[in-house]
């Protein structure tokens, strides 16, 4: 493993744990020529994903971009880090078990709603409004008007 301060290829593993729910491995590391220290997780990938864009374009499916957007949407809310990390694993695990590795970017987007719907409505409509675009505070007075419903017969 290359090491992010000074690009030594010579490091070495101090301490290895269980990480996410027993999905990663999290691994501090060290490195022999200029003392950092860093940390690395290891995860088992199942296939590689293509995500497909709805203008037709193609990109290698990007984790940590997956697990930005949702952080974003979940700021300053009373949501602990672990659920966050869990639950991005649970898409992840999600995706490659749907048996294609070309996933539309819709889907995606769709199965991250759902997840968040289920954790926190804030953080679900702070992600539903990047996702859906929304351009004025009509299409959030509609998209809450819409989801009250749902939310009631929750209770």
């Given at each position: 493993?290359?090491?992010?301060?000074?690009?030594?290829?010579?490091?070495?593993?101090?301490?290895?744990?269980?990480?996410?729910?027993?999905?990663?491995?999290?691994?501090?590391?060290?490195?022999?020529?200029?003392?950092?220290?860093?940390?690395?997780?290891?995860?088992?990938?199942?296939?590689?994903?293509?995500?497909?864009?709805?203008?037709?374009?193609?990109?290698?499916?990007?984790?940590?971009?997956?697990?930005?957007?949702?952080?974003?949407?979940?700021?300053?809310?009373?949501?602990?880090?672990?659920?966050?990390d869990q639950m991005?694993?649970?898409?992840?695990?999600?995706?490659?078990?749907?048996?294609?590795?070309?996933?539309?970017?819709?889907?995606i987007g769709e199965i991250?709603?759902?997840?968040?719907?289920?954790?926190?409505?804030?953080?679900?409509?702070?992600?539903?409004?990047?996702?859906?675009?929304?351009?004025?505070?009509?299409?959030?007075?509609?998209?809450?008007?819409?989801?009250?419903?749902?939310?009631?017969?929750?209770?």
């Open positions: 493993m290359r090491c992010p301060f000074c690009g030594n290829v010579e490091t070495q593993v101090k301490d290895s744990r269980p990480a996410e729910d027993h999905v990663a491995i999290r691994r501090r590391r060290l490195c022999a020529a200029c003392g950092g220290r860093f940390t690395t997780y290891e995860r088992v990938q199942l296939r590689d994903l293509v995500v497909v864009k709805t203008n037709g374009r193609r990109e290698d499916f990007d984790r940590d971009k997956l697990e930005r957007s949702v952080r974003i949407s979940m700021q300053k809310r009373p949501v602990e880090p672990e659920r966050v991005v694993s649970g898409i992840v695990r999600r995706l490659e078990s749907m048996g294609d590795t070309d996933i539309p970017s819709k889907v991250v709603m759902e997840s968040l719907a289920r954790i926190d409505t804030v953080a679900y409509v702070r992600f539903a409004s990047v996702y859906k675009n929304f351009q004025a505070a009509d299409d959030f007075d509609k998209f809450v008007s819409e989801l009250r419903p749902l939310a009631k017969s929750t209770e």
